[in-house]
């Protein structure tokens, strides 16, 4: 089960029709992969007994984010463009993240 729902990306991505839903799935499995990975977490969370807990509402935008990029930029390069990185990502999932290592 994801943590972010079909119509929650939907909705972020302002897609209304459904031609892309297998591929925005497809998205929402890989964002949210990444930021398992990245926090070191398993999603969804699950509390000491192993029963799902909610994730907080900024690890939620950090995914939603991630699969807005993942839609609208589908190449590796871009051209003809200025490209920055939005720290926001990062911001929100910092707090969250565990056995960073040194």
Do not use: C
């Amino acid at each position: 089960m994801s943590t972010v729902a079909l119509g929650d990306a939907k909705a972020h991505l302002n897609v209304e029709h459904s031609d892309d839903d297998t591929y925005i799935q497809g998205l929402i499995d890989a964002a949210e992969d990444h930021v398992a990975q990245y926090l070191n977490r398993d999603l969804p969370w699950k509390d000491d007994l192993g029963q799902e807990v909610s994730v907080p509402a900024s690890v939620i935008a950090a995914i939603k984010l991630l699969i807005g990029t993942l839609y609208e930029v589908r190449e590796t390069t871009v051209v003809g463009t200025i490209v920055s990185e939005v720290p926001a990502f990062t911001h929100l999932l910092a707090p969250y993240r565990v056995d960073w290592g040194i």
